[in-house]
């Protein structure tokens, strides 16, 4: 039964992936076609091989500058298709490794603060595609644009510039509807499958047809409309197609770029589907080894074929959960709709607004950056709020890749700061002191010890207490021993309990053994 809501969920993300395919590849510097290559090659190849239900890869934001200034620094675009390949091998590599167990060391705060951004950032930046301004191409989510421009300046531009009033109607009667259908929508009957995305997308067209027909004025125009690339034959649509220069790899710059494309979509690509898993209403748990091994073997295809570089996006795979989708065959699916699209009705897909398609995505983002979820994260103390927003501020000013990495950065030295602090317990009882671990002690524990041990009162009988230990480290070891021997000094008596390494007080002199009991 669950192809019954795949099938309409994948037409609504291949309508959401087509624009950001064509915009990516424009960011990047690539040929048009070659986003589309990589959003077919995404869909059918990574969603075959990989074992995430509900991810949906493609062409990503987050590599378009690191495409771009690859395409600028390489010879030819076949050199960069090479390293496209050579990406993908890497990629398959690192599954074989097991790497993909890097992606749990990232705090969920970081995680919900990255859903978080993404939404803000597709409503800022679709704003200006909702009203009929198109600055900044479809697919960019730097905060940074071309021409010195930003996220911000391009909302102030929107206003001055000439803006569409029939894009404006579309938009907002198709949010009005988007919102209203949500709610409204049967729970029984076929319409219960209706996604109300696709309904919008028929509208946008419809209307337009009709402004040109009873009012010109509302017409939108045809830069304000998909544009896909149209072949006109077979003999044109292989044309189009590029191929790698293998004989570019002796060239050292080609193995730079595939290693740095390795690295980044790699993690990009985790990260989005630890973020998927997030929102899954089922919460399944995808197996991240099986997915670098998917996004291998699409990057590996991808460039063979001409297409920029794929990893799994938050945006389609969003919109894929929002639309219903139940299993991974939604993610094949709009792959296949993206391929047949292109090969017949490319004249049709011409026709669809992108203030309908900015409706869309302005819906999916509100989704993902809920109020709800902000006071949630503020209800949860400090620990989780300062990393979630310091996330989401990252990625809205700079890009996707930076923000994320300043989002664990900070979320993992709150972890590092819980795991230090209140590591130990000293309590007094009459003449008696014990210092207690309550956990494993790593050297970053060294200070804490050593104050705590220097805070025991002269003449004493001091316990310290190693039993919920499994690990002590050497330095923590050497901290313990110094303080054994000193004890005869300050008159105190030492008790070591729990040793998990036998090795504390190994180096007592034999005059000073009588210090300690254990």
């Known amino acids: 039964m669950g192809w019954r809501a795949d099938v309409p969920s994948s037409i609504v993300v291949a309508l959401v992936a087509l624009p950001l395919c064509l915009g990516i590849a424009l960011a990047s510097g690539a040929p048009l076609f070659a986003g589309l290559v990589a959003g077919v090659v995404g869909g059918i190849v990574v969603g075959a091989l990989s074992r995430s239900p509900l991810s949906v890869s493609g062409p990503a934001a987050g590599l378009s500058a690191i495409v771009l200034t690859a395409i600028g620094n390489l010879p030819t675009y076949e050199a960069f298709l090479l390293a496209v390949c050579i990406a993908g091998a890497l990629q398959i590599l690192l599954s074989i490794s097991r790497a993909g167990v890097l992606a749990e060391f990232v705090p969920s705060s970081v995680i919900t603060g990255m859903l978080a951004a993404i939404g803000l950032l597709l409503i800022l930046k679709q704003l200006p595609h ?4 198109d600055g900044d191409p479809e697919g960019d989510f730097s905060f940074n644009q071309p021409g010195g421009g930003n996220t911000f300046t391009a909302l102030a531009d929107m206003v001055t510039n000439d803006i569409q009033l029939g894009a404006i109607l579309i938009a907002a009667i198709s949010l009005v509807f988007l ?19 696709l309904v919008v997308v028929v509208f946008g067209v419809s209307a337009n047809a009709a402004f040109q027909a009873f009012a010109p004025d509302l017409a939108i125009a045809a830069s304000h409309l998909v ?5 006109g034959s077979a003999s044109g649509l292989v044309a189009l197609l590029r191929l790698p220069d293998f004989g570019a790899a002796v060239q050292p710059a080609v193995w730079t770029t595939a290693i740095t494309l390795a690295i980044v979509a790699s993690l990009e690509s985790l990260l989005s589907v630890k973020a998927v898993d997030e929102i899954d209403p089922e919460r399944r748990v995808t197996d991240k080894n099986r997915e670098l091994l998917a996004q291998g073997g699409g990057n590996l295809i991808s460039g063979l074929l001409g297409g920029i570089p794929v990893t799994s996006v938050i945006v389609r795979s969003s919109a894929n959960v929002d639309a219903g989708a139940t299993s991974r065959l939604s993610a094949v699916l709009h792959g296949v709709w993206l ?27 509100y989704k993902l950056a809920k109020p709800a979820l902000f006071i949630e994260r503020w209800r949860q103390g400090w620990t989780q709020f300062i990393p979630f927003v310091a996330t989401v501020g990252a990625i809205l000013f700079t890009d996707l890749l930076i923000g ?18 209140d590591a130990l317990t000293v309590v ?48 923590n070891i050497d901290i313990i021993n110094a303080f054994v021997k000193a004890a005869p000094f300050r008159r105190l008596r030492v008790v070591i309990k729990g040793d998990p390494s036998g090795r504390s007080a190994a180096l007592i002199h034999a005059p000073l053994t009588r210090a300690r009991a254990t």
């Open 339 to 365: 391929l047949l699209s292109v090969l017949l009705i490319p004249a049709i897909l011409n026709l669809i607004p992108l203030s309908a398609l900015a409706a869309v995505l302005i819906a999916t983002g």
């Open 404 to 421: 994320i990495c300043v989002g664990i950065a900070i979320g993992l030295a709150f972890v590092i700061r819980r795991n230090i602090a």
């Open 130 to 133: 909702a009203v009929g301004y």
């Open 428 to 475: 007094e009882s009459g003449d008696a002191v014990m210092v207690r671990a309550r956990r494993n002690l790593y050297f970053v524990h060294k200070p804490q010890l050593q104050a705590a041990l220097a805070g025991v009162p002269d003449g004493r009988t001091v316990l310290i207490d190693l039993s919920a230990t499994n690990y002590v480290d050497l330095d």
């Open 227 to 231: 544009a896909v690339p149209i072949a």
């Open 179 to 197: 919102f209203w259908w949500d709610k409204a929508r049967p729970k029984q009957g076929p319409l219960k499958l209706l996604p109300g995305p």
